[in-house]
């Protein structure tokens, strides 16, 4: 029996493309500094994995998510002719992240689920930025698990397993809600339930995590139809 | 400027004491086991900072209020005439503090106070305390900071710099809301502000903790006061 669902963030909840593109082009607005926005979020993404291995294999020592995102805007800055971005303007870009918006269902979809089952995060963003993204799209979590207080990112197993202990309940009673085949299969490898949700995280030219690896336990186009599957 | 609130739990927010006897009352109902309640509760309750301290001072390993909470009842229980009370009534009674009810002023003080404010626990309750805390009253916290996240309790300096670190703000940006001014003294020790709320989670017997010490920086009688004295 599934007590807690916890859901993915950035792609399963959120839509980090379509909302980085939005405040860019806002950006681009004030500040007068034009560039390929679109190519530059999603180099930006695609610097996350391994910007969090340097940290899981030790080469760096424990590091938040804001701070990796930093870190990888000041190296993709000069290829996208940003070398000049002052530092102010550099952290604005970094705090792009805690205004993203969700995908559609997420609001209402959650509420539903939250109505019988325990509902948290469980994301490599640092609490700060769950908490700012949790307000500004006004979603109501019971908790916020994050990699920051386990000092693991996802997908090191003491993520999976830090939130079910914290929730006083067993691997198995407890459900991981993403949109990435990977994050999935590193939890059921801790003994948790899976669910996978199709979302559309790379525009158009997305080409992996499109459909469901075998071996997950549920399958759903959004948080509505995983409240029907699973009997809320 | 404040940024955001964090709040003590039991005392400051839940009425502990009137609700354990509460729920020992239904239970002598249930069960047909009579003892007096009220000094149980009083002295279960007592028992708390000094289990706490045997983590505190390294004499224990790391172990969650609830695990403390139930050594305690095991402790308590020849003393009450309930030596022979079985497993399942012992984890049950563990449970009571998992479904304690707020003060009047709580629910709606909160709402009003989140819109200004980031709000949250910090607790030496466990995390899956709090959640069942927080949907069992239907409060809404941004975050649940819990002694369990620190590996410290209050009042360590770990727990109250904790807090501050994971909501990417200073310690001065924090206020502490709480009705037992050790609590506050020791926040205030670690820079942030404080704010006392007067309850008589003792009951008419209380003789501490009735007004503020000199030094803290708003003393309010419920949250709505506390909202107004903020500018809220």
Known sequence: MIKALVFDVFGTLFDWRGS????????????????????????????????????????????????????????????FGLAGLEESARAECVQFWHRLEPWPDVRAGMARLRERFTVATLSNGNVALLVDLARHADIRFDALFSAEIFRHYKPDPETYRGAAELLGIGAEELMLVAAHNADLRAAAACGLRTAFLARCEWGPRQVSDLTAEDGIDVAARDLFELAERLGG
Chains 1, 2 share one sequence.
């Open 20 to 79: 980085l593109i939005d405040s860019f082009e806002a950006f681009e607005h004030e500040r007068g500094l034009a560039a390929d926005w679109p190519a530059l979020v999603e180099a930006w993404r695609a610097a996350y994995a391994p910007s969090m291995d340097l940290v899981r294999h030790g080469r760096l020592p424990w590091t938040n998510l804001d701070a990796l995102h930093r870190a990888s805007l000041d190296e993709l800055a000069p290829r």
